[in-house]
């Protein structure tokens, strides 16, 4: 069994915090989790404990380079998945056997804003599509603010957080987009 980030060979045992033991590599303090050991502490902990919002005061793991990881259990090449919007690492998951690794620092950022007990959604294609979304709606909106100057774009964001909690809103927005098909069905028969 050889670490994927140090090719070493010696582990130990460590207790992760409620009943879960990883194995962690000696030298560079990266953890591995087999994918049955995650699952059952994730059904015998049996609740997913809320997320906790920002989290700057949290230590920022110094993670080593990720390229050309390989399985400790399988050989096969380790995947790396983006945990959230915010999170300064990826986790890296067998595309085989689906063991987690965790490097020095990881688990404890994650535990700290309960996403530790996550990891089983991260690696879904839902999860995934979600992160992406978000940062395409953060470059279109750098890109509007760019073009607009930051008081147009205050005006925008005020008006949009205005339409956005607004019953009315579809109406708002046939109105002002002028598309006389949707101002048409949007009009309650008489
Ligand atoms: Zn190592
Ligand atoms: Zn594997």
Not at 84 to 90: A, E, L, M, Y
Not at 92 to 100: E, P, S
Request: some cysteine; overall charge positive; aromatic content about 8%.
């Amino acid at each position: 069994m050889k670490c994927p980030v140090c090719k070493k060979d010696e582990f130990s045992s460590e207790e992760m915090g409620d009943g879960l033991a990883a194995l962690r590599c000696d030298e560079c303090q990266g953890h591995w989790l087999p994918s049955f050991v995650y699952w059952k502490w994730l059904s015998r902990r049996g609740h997913n404990a809320p997320e906790i919002l920002g989290g700057a005061d949290n230590p920022q793991p110094k993670s080593p380079p990720k390229g050309g990881r390989l399985c400790p259990d399988c050989g096969r090449i380790l995947i790396k998945y983006r945990v959230k919007k915010g999170v300064p690492f990826t986790v890296d998951r067998c595309g085989n056997c689906a063991g987690l690794w965790l490097d020095q620092g990881e688990w404890a950022y994650l535990k700290k804003r309960n996403l530790h007990d996550d990891l089983d959604y991260i690696f879904t294609a839902v999860w995934q599509t979600r992160i992406r979304k978000e940062d395409s709606a953060d470059a279109a909106a750098e890109s509007l603010a760019k073009a607009l100057g930051p008081a147009d774009f205050k005006v925008a964001k005020k008006i949009r957080v205005w339409l956005d909690q607004h019953p009315l809103r579809s109406r708002i927005l046939a109105y002002l987009t002028g598309s006389a098909l949707c101002l048409a069905l949007l009009v309650p028969s008489r």
